[in-house]
């Protein structure tokens, strides 16, 4: 729903997350303040009080689903935006919390809280998409701030946005990093994980974290069988390699469960 002066309204909305993903918008600074200028932000709690009730023209979703609230919620949230994307790993995988799904909740709960009984959660994290349908999802942990300025000027504008869909790998390339794997026998996710980043973890002899999720194609099991032969490293290695943001995105997902059945 346009606003009186014709600007499309914009909502930002939070479940379970850090609030990471949405800082990352505010740090956007004079890029965010040129969109303020063609778009109507309506809702965004992180920012300001101001609410103006919707339908939106576009939302922001930043955080995964943990309560039957949030999954309540999120169907209103979709019902009432006519674009909805998706921002971050919490977002589009479930996030770190999404650790959970691979352990009891019920003792988790029984050693956090004094009184378990009352805390209302769902047996898993879960991605924001296994619930609503979702227009465009955004990677990240959190987000990058230009990316996430590309999408929504491209939405403004009715393009298709420019997001990278190339392995990690390739921004190493072209930054000229020496490869953390080879030359060290450093695990990195660098060749299963989507770029964004700019290749920031190895540009610092560190392994990729796989922060943007799977790529479009991986092959986690071939990466796993090249770390385990070339350089050692063992099945409970590989399991944790594949449990940190994207946990719970299918194609680590799958490849941790297959160490985790033959992890000592």
């Not at 974290?209 to 799977?214: K, L």
């Not at 385990?228 to 490293?233: A, I, K």
């Not at 099945?235 to 297959?258: G, I, V, W």
Request: glycine fraction near 8%; charged fraction near 20%; charge should be negative.
């Amino acid at each position: 729903m346009h606003d009186g002066i014709g600007r499309p309204t914009v909502a930002v909305w939070k479940f379970a997350s850090c609030d990471g993903c949405q800082l990352s918008l505010l740090s956007a600074e004079d890029e965010l303040l040129r969109i303020a200028e063609e778009v109507h932000i309506a809702y965004f709690l992180e920012a300001t009080r101001e609410v103006v009730e919707g339908p939106y023209d576009l939302s922001l979703v930043e955080g995964s689903i943990t309560t039957p609230d949030d999954a309540e919620r999120i169907r209103h949230v979709r019902d009432i935006s006519t674009t909805l994307i998706t921002i971050g790993a919490c977002a589009t995988a479930g996030g770190i919390q999404a650790l959970r799904n691979f352990g009891d909740l019920d003792a988790f709960r029984s050693l956090v809280y004094a009184r378990p009984e009352v805390v209302a959660s769902l047996a898993d994290s879960t991605a924001i998409a296994e619930h609503v349908p979702v227009d465009l999802e955004l990677r990240g942990c959190p987000i990058e701030t230009d990316q996430l300025v590309e999408v929504i000027s491209a939405v403004l504008a009715g393009r298709k946005p420019v997001t990278p869909t190339h392995s990690v790998c390739v921004e190493c390339k072209l930054r000229g990093n020496v490869c953390v794997a080879v030359a060290d026998g450093t695990p990195c996710l660098g060749p299963v994980t989507q770029a964004g980043c700019g290749a920031r973890c190895p540009a610092f002899a560190r392994g990729c974290y796989g922060c943007f999720g799977p790529t479009e194609s991986p092959n986690p099991a071939s990466l796993s069988a090249w770390l385990e032969e070339q350089f050692g490293v063992d099945h409970p290695e590989l399991l944790r390699l594949y449990r940190t943001f994207n946990a719970d995105a299918p194609a680590f997902r799958s490849e941790s469960r297959r160490h985790e059945e033959v992890a000592p």
